[in-house]
């Protein structure tokens, strides 16, 4: 990736950035890098989001080694975390592109030097798919995979590229979905004319098959399985049917955080084909793991002689208020918690004297925009003041949440902290 | 304000913007606002969301009315927006001051010129507070008051002033609650004890009395009332103590977006005390008003003739696909639509011919994470393919949401736009 993303390093810490050291203003993130603050003297206000240097590089490798083994490539999806930094750390650890849901995101990757997007959804945008052409045809090394699920979308991508004078034909995957799911032709006609719609096109070329196996309704095992393997057979299908005779190899993509054992069995079953096969893997939450939904539903879970993955994420807010038993209110609240897939989770409290202790029993019952509620494990006893164990006005409590999505949006420079609390680095969002 | 707010049309428009157009990539905010686009055909990129020029004018006068009307003064909750041109607008408008939730907000509220800001929380975080002290000391014009509510917070906050080396002291508003409420202590016995600790402190000073009638357990008019009366009882009861002896004028705050009306009758009868008395309303959302929870709760739903509020966000987002009949796909999701408190209405389609018709019966029936589900009023009728009046792939369909805070926070930069879709300026976010 080009110098770009270095560039990152020169921006000022500013009033921009929560969580960062106030008396840092003026300082480039690479000078307050090389400060090597400690997280928790170091001058950071609360609430200050952070991300564990050890775990990152633990799932960095822990996706890689899993994609290796089964034989598949990595497109992480990039709308999770939106950091260039973090894109370059996965292309470093052998990703063969970046994943992105919308033009803005690929603008992003673009911006830092990612050659190869992946753009999951169907792209009719004509000011986008300009903007695509004129990427395309200024660097040839620059390769945009777009899903297609119509016929009137093929055409609409197809009028945009013309309307911009496009050079280079974009590269479509045909998206499969399934009934009551999400994008995606739902069945092998509606397939076929998506195919030829594509064939007849002045601007695109049919690539490969892609979709996603975590919004087929009811999605378990068996529902997952079933639906990888329609994937795989639509792939045999317009391989037999020659829609693959104009390209050296031809893309096969799927898989969220989920599922992705569930992918690799499927994708070993596929047949010889024409063509060598791209077996492309999307997965994004992987890099930072969570506390909640993630968690639960990594595949490592069913395959620990796989792999694991760590949750990178902490927060810690601050107790601002204790106004009456039972209720003590954080400095944090919708603002820079995610909550869209369940509260976070608390995980430990530490006092100002620096003494840290796990938070057992302690909740999060409800957030407002700039607020936690915090209750401990019951009320306090008649007459008691205050329940034991519940923290005091002034400590710091430190939050663990669930999906990386809606935390990694929130926070435009995360300070990277090694097990010591020493912060090596920060990492820069673009939400 | 100073020049500083001026610089932010300097900024170059590039790929930290969502939906602001690729091929202004280079041009300053200012050469671009300039250029005049039209929001459609412009070159911006979906989904894009839009603030209406006219209804925050519009919004930004009928509340400078209302506080005019009723002798309040505004502190409208910076939160709400954290955009200082907003900030400006609203200081231009008559407002007091600036309202801010946590030190974050007040550092760009300040790095913006603002010279008086309401903390309306505790601040006990050490870093936080010496950056409050070297501000306060740097500047004899700027004026920071915060929320006390424990007397374990003055000392906290007494501590960090002094560790800071702070020359002047903090004004503090001693904040009160209800039980089962927010923060706020719950009693005058705590009250008391509060102002005690401040009286004893070295870095303190009590400024007045505040709350926030909007986290009163069931609040309903009756509530309100009954809490706005306490609230003023308390303020008299301090003032005849004497605990105002040493201030020139008695902050008395209180009022959110869904009860000001309230807070301008309670005030309104508060009894002369020993000083003048500023009575702050510290309101955030009216700027840009809703479609959602805030249409329905505005005051001025029960007082027509004393204005009213017009709702200034629109979101304009793409249809992707239309998988199957009754179901269409947007490109917009959690990461731009506010969901915190009810999904969006569906206002408005648009052809790519330019042709704009309502959106009877369409509606948001859920949210991804990039995507949202749009249904018909019911599914087409067996062998259909399709309801009638379902947006075509490509056709931009317009969101009204709900919720202001949960809205600004997901666009850094929003174009504001006049009624004939011209693009008249862009108004920067900090989150």
């Known amino acids: 990736m080009p110098p770009a993303i270095d560039s990152l390093a020169d921006e000022i810490v500013d009033h921009r950035f929560k969580g960062l050291p106030p008396d840092a203003a003026g300082l480039t993130v690479r000078e307050l890098a090389a400060e090597r603050r400690d997280l928790y003297t170091g001058g950071f206000i609360t609430p200050v989001l952070t991300l564990s240097a050890e775990a990152v590089a633990h799932n960095l490798c822990a ?5 290796g083994r089964h034989g598949l490539l ?3 999806h990039g709308k999770t975390t939106m950091a260039p930094a973090l894109f370059r750390r ?15 995101q690929a603008r992003v990757a673009r911006a830092f030097g990612v050659r190869r997007i992946l753009l999951a959804n169907q792209l009719v945008d004509h000011a986008a798919l300009a903007w695509v052409a004129r ?14 699920d119509s016929a009137r979308g093929v055409r609409l ?3 945009g590229l013309r309307a911009a004078g496009a050079g280079r034909r974009v590269e479509v995957l045909l998206e499969l979905g399934a009934e009551g799911g999400r994008g995606g032709v739902r069945d092998a006609a509606r397939a076929g004319e998506v195919a030829d719609a594509v064939a007849a096109s ?38 037999r049917e020659g829609r693959f005779a104009q390209i050296p190899e031809i893309v096969l993509s799927a898989g969220g955080s989920a599922w992705f054992d569930a992918v690799a069995d499927a994708f070993s079953r596929l047949p010889p084909l024409s063509r060598p096969v791209a077996k492309v893997l999307r997965s994004g939450a992987y890099l930072s ?15 620990p002689h796989e792999g694991s993955l760590l949750p990178a994420f902490r927060l810690w807010a601050q107790v601002v208020s204790r106004p009456e038993p039972g209720l003590t209110l954080l400095n944090a609240g919708k603002r820079d918690i995610a909550y869209d897939l369940g509260l976070p989770e608390v995980q430990a409290v530490r006092t100002a004297a620096g003494r840290v202790r796990r938070a057992d029993g302690l909740s999060v019952t409800r957030l407002a925009d700039q607020h936690a509620f915090l209750a401990g494990p019951a009320g306090p006893e008649p007459g008691e003041a205050e329940s034991p164990g ?5 400590d710091w409590v430190a939050l663990g949440m669930s999906h990386p999505c809606t935390i990694f949006e929130k926070w435009p420079l995360i300070p990277l902290v090694a097990g010591d609390g020493t912060v090596t680095d920060y990492v820069r969002t673009f939400f």
């Open 289 to 303: 793991h969570d506390d909640g939904r993630y968690r639960e539903v990594t595949p490592f879970n069913r395959r």
């Open 135 to 148: 990427e395309q045809d200024a660097d040839p090394g620059f390769r945009l995979l777009a899903f297609v």
């Open 74 to 76: 990595l497109a992480p």
């Open 157 to 159: 991508m197809d009028e």
């Open 390 to 394: 519940m923290p005091e006005v002034g």
């Open 63 to 67: 996706m890689d080694r899993f994609a």
């Open 90 to 104: 996965q292309l470093e650890h052998g990703a063969w592109g970046i994943t992105v849901a919308v033009p803005h």
């Open 202 to 239: 002045a601007g695109l070329r049919l690539a490969g098959v892609a979709g996603y196996e975590g919004e087929i309704p009811g999605a378990d095992a068996e529902a997952v399985r079933a639906w990888l393997e329609r994937l795989c057979a639509l792939a045999v299908a317009l391989d």
